[in-house]
C-alpha cells in the first residue's frame, strides 16, 4: 500500500515529537523495535549517512538505509504483476535482509551479521517482503517465519504500528492485512484479544455521511490524535481501502466489485469492512475530482502535486470497483509521472505498474513510457532462470548513492527533509520521549 507508505522515511521521522498533528500524521518520539525484541531511544536508529556503494541485487541507485526492503519488495511484486522475473540476485538480496526472527529491518548493511539490539525492524518491510516472497514463490519458509513473527507482535486493537508495540495505524494495520493475504491466512480470523485487523481499521475511519462533496467523510485516518481525534489522510485512506478489502499492493483489473450494487456518488449505510472500504473510496474519489490528483503540502507552503499517492489511489479505487474514478488520476500520472518517478526510482516505478495495472491499462504504454523496462533498468541486469540459487554479494560497488531521495513513497519525499530539520531540533533541545509511531504524509 503506500507504504503506501515509505520505509525510507519513518526511520528519520520516529524521532519526531508532535510534529504531524496538523498534517494528520500523529508523529511521536518512538523507541525503535529491535531485532531482539527489546526498545531502544531515536538515538539508536540506523545513521543517515549514505551507503558508499549499492549492494548487488538491490533495484535503485540511492542510499539504502531507509527504504531498501521496501522499494525491493515493491519492484519484485511489480514484476510479477506484469511476469516478469527480477534481476541476478534480487530475490537473495530480499532474503538475506531476514533476522533470524523473521523480521524484516529498512536495510541492513551487512547481511552476514546476525541482527542485534541496534538492528532496527519494523512491520511495513517485513510485511511488504512477505508480499513479495510469496510472489516470486519458493520461499515459504522465509515467509513463514516473517509471518510468525508478525502475528506474535499484534497489538490488542487487532492493528499493528510501525515498530512492534507501538500504537496502531491505517497504513501499517493495512500492509500486514495485505502480508496475510499473500500467504493464504484469512486476516479476519487472526485476532488479539478479541480483535481483528479489520476493528483496528474501523476504529480509524471517518463517518461518511451523504455524497461524495463531503469534505472528509468516509476517510480514514492515520492513528488518532492525542485527543482521540480522526483528521482525514489521504494516503492513509487508499492504504486502508485496500486493508479493508483484504488485498495487497498488486490488484488485478477488473477485480473490484460494487457491494449489492451501492453508488460512488453515495455513502454506504453498514459498518462492515467492504461498506468502510466504498466510503474510503468515495472519499478519494471526490478528493481526486477538481485536478485528477492529490496534493500535499507543507504548513505555510503551497499544495504540491502528490504523485505516489495519486497512484495509491488509483489502485485502492480499482479495487473498490470504482474503475471510473481512475481514469482522471491515471490521464494525470501518464502525462507527468516522468520528472518524479525518475528522480524517486523503483518504488515509484512500482506504484505507477500498480496503478495501471489494477486500472486494465498497459504498464508498458503508460502515456507513451514503458514503465516495465525504466523499472528493470534500475536494477541488476539479466534475468535468470532459478534466481532462487544466486548467491548474496552485499559487497560489490555500485553506483554511489546521491541522496536524492530514491524509492521514497508518493507523498511523502518532501516530509524527510522536514522531518531532518526537526531531528536536529529535537536532540538540541532534549525533547525524547518514549512513545512509538510510524508517520505518513
Known sequence: MNVRRSAAVVAVLTVTAGLGTGLGLGLGLAPVALADGTASEASTAPSASPSQAIPT?????????????????????????????PGAGAVEWLVGQQCASGAFPAYRADATAECDSTTAVDTNSTAAAIQ??????????????????????????GGWGYTAGGPSDANSTSVVIGALAAVGDTPGKQKKDGNSPYDAL???????????????????????????????????????????????????????????????????????????????????????TADGYLTSSLAGAEDQPDHGNTADAVVALAAAGDVDATEKPLAWLAKN??????KAGPAAYAQLVFAAHASGGDPRDFGGADLVAQLQETGP?????????????????????????????????????????????????????????????
Not at 516472497?133 to 486493537?157: F, I, Y
Not at 461498506?275 to 478528493?287: R, T
Request: glycine share 18%; with cysteine.
Open 57 to 85: 541485487g538491490l533495484y535503485g541507485s540511492n542510499d539504502p538505509t531507509y527504504d531498501g526492503v521496501w522499494r525491493q519488495s515493491l519492484t519484485l511484486l511489480a514484476l510479477d504483476a506484469v511476469g516478469e522475473k
Open 132 to 157: 513479495a516472497l510469496a510472489a516470486v514463490g519458493g520461499r515459504d519458509a522465509e515467509a513463514g517465519r516473517a509471518v510468525r513473527w508478525l502475528k506474535d507482535e499484534q497489538n490488542e486493537d
Open 202 to 288: 474501523g476504529s480509524l475511519a471517518l463517518p461518511c455521511d451523504g455524497d461524495r462533496a463531503a469534505k472528509d467523510g468516509g476517510a480514514f485516518a492515520y492513528q488518532p490524535d492525542k485527543k482521540g481525534g480522526l483528521a482525514a489522510n489521504a494516503d492513509a485512506t487508499a492504504a486502508a481501502v485496500l486493508g479493508s478489502l483484504g488485498k495487497g499492493f498488486v490488484v488485478g483489473a477488473g477485480s473490484g466489485e460494487e457491494k449489492g450494487g451501492a453508488s460512488f456518488d453515495a455513502c454506504a449505510s453498514g459498518d462492515a469492512p467492504e461498506d468502510l472500504a466504498h466510503n474510503g473510496a468515495v472519499h478519494l474519489a471526490g478528493a481526486l
Open 337 to 342: 509521472h516522468g520528472v518524479w518517478a525518475a
Open 381 to 441: 541486469a539479466g534475468e535468470v532462470d532459478d534466481y532462487s540459487s544466486v548467491p548474496v554479494d552485499d559487497t560489490a560497488a555500485g553506483d554511489e548513492a546521491d541522496g536524492s531521495g530514491d524509492g521514497l513513497a508518493a507523498g511523502v519525499w518532501w516530509v524527510l527533509g522536514l522531518g531532518l530539520v526537526v531531528v536536529t531540533a529535537v536532540v538540541g533541545f532534549g525533547l525524547v520521549r518514549g512513545a512509538r509511531k510510524r508517520p505518513q504524509a
